[in-house]
């Protein structure tokens, strides 16, 4: 039996960001993963995520910035338009007070770089493929018995393990989802021209395609989240027919593009827990919320989470109160669901109002997009967010 601090389930991103945002603290940490460690094996770019200047500067503040920006593909503009229409909008950094918008990060790379610096604190503990068989709590601690028969005793236990959080199932603790009737399409592809370090999305009729930006100038990943049955129809579709589709959805904007690895396809699905805090156990990132990825700001919204939790934290060992204070708990809960409450808002009313067919809406997106265009006052409301330097930020985030 371990007496801990903190446990942590989970060693995605956001769990192993927040130990290495906790370990300086002193405190006896340990993360439980069920799937592998990360390894130094060579980079797919297969499931890719888009990282903001905030994200970059929490992760700068951790020492792992540099090593993932030389693994990830920085973009400076960002081009976003709707099919058969002249709604068009575009954002382009500035240097250089604002020398990139954004960086296509591989999803594996990120973790292996923050384990690697995880790696130098002796006082956090890794267990990778281990299952937790009982996860109980009382008023003073949560017990978390794993099928190894390690029992870990802790005063705090965060759920940072995704959108099928085991952890809050256990918990209870009650959801609202929904299903977005979508699936999203992943692959990684060649292009005929080079990507220019742009970050391009178009609006379909049945849904929207991204096409990020990779290290190499000619190669992207593509994000292409589709109505249910059209989906399916582009999944069997062998290569080359998939190939074309592709290339006039882009309509060509890369001319000709090319599958240069398998297609994944993922159900899309909003989750929103609305309780993030029951007694000592609290949920971070996905296992908290789950939104569309059209604005590509999953990722960004979980590390801000467990940002603002560590600060939390940190701030109750500095004023000599218990790190998992319910008022502290609550105040993380209450914080955090107004920052996720206003995303799933928006991207819900970004799906919402460019799946409606009706001409008359399709005219009124592109005069509205060629307003946001021109007012230069909205732009900057636009990109503050696309940036993620709007909202009740963090400390660690902020400039």
């Known amino acids: 039996m371990q007496n801990l601090d903190i446990t942590i389930v989970g060693g995605g991103s956001a769990g192993l960001t927040l130990a290495l945002l906790l370990a300086p603290l002193g405190l006896q940490i340990a993360v439980v993963e069920q799937g592998a460690a990360p390894t130094s094996a060579e980079l797919t770019y297969q499931r890719v995520s888009a990282l ?3 994200s970059m500067r929490l992760l700068s503040h951790l020492g792992v910035a540099d090593p993932i920006m030389a693994q990830a593909a920085a973009y400076s503009s960002m081009a976003v338009w709707e099919a058969d229409s002249f709604g068009r909008i575009e954002f382009s950094a500035e240097p250089p007070q604002l020398p990139q918008l954004g960086w296509i990060c591989d999803n594996e790379g990120i973790r292996q770089q923050l384990y690697q610096q995880l790696q130098t604190h002796n006082n956090v503990q890794c267990f990778f493929q281990a299952k937790i068989s009982q996860l109980a709590q009382t008023e003073r601690e949560v017990l978390v018995q794993l099928a190894s028969g390690d029992i870990l005793l802790s005063q705090l236990l965060v759920g940072a393990d995704g959108g099928n959080s085991f952890v809050r199932q256990q918990q209870q603790l009650p959801l609202t989802h929904w299903d977005y009737q979508q699936q999203a399409i992943v692959a990684r592809i060649h292009c005929q021209e080079p990507h220019q370090g742009v970050a391009r999305q178009v609006f379909l009729p049945t849904g929207p395609l991204a096409l990020l930006p990779l290290p190499d100038a000619q190669q992207c990943s593509i994000v292409w989240s589709a109505d249910t049955a059209r989906a399916e129809q582009l999944l069997a579709l062998d290569n080359n027919a998939f190939n074309q589709a592709l290339s006039a959805a882009s309509q060509s904007v890369l001319g000709c593009l090319t599958l240069t690895s398998e297609r994944h396809a993922f159900p899309l699905t909003m989750r929103y827990a609305s309780e ?19 604005a590509g700001q999953g990722m960004n919204l979980g590390l801000m989470d467990v940002a603002a939790l560590a600060q939390i934290i940190e701030k109750q060992l500095q004023s000599g109160k218990a790190l998992a204070e319910p008022r502290a708990l609550l105040a993380y809960q209450r914080w955090r669901k107004a920052e996720a409450q206003s995303m799933i808002a928006t991207m819900e009313a970004f799906k919402r109002g460019f799946s409606n067919k009706q001409p008359a809406l399709k005219l009124l997106r592109g005069v509205g997009l060629l307003l946001a265009d021109k007012l230069p006052g909205l732009k900057q409301k636009l990109m503050a967010a696309a940036l993620g330097n709007s909202g009740d930020l963090p400390d660690i985030a902020k400039y």
């Open 52 to 54: 903001n200047p905030a």
């Open 276 to 294: 993030w805090v029951r007694g000592r156990v609290v949920l971070v990132a996905d296992a908290a919320h789950s939104i569309h990825p059209l």
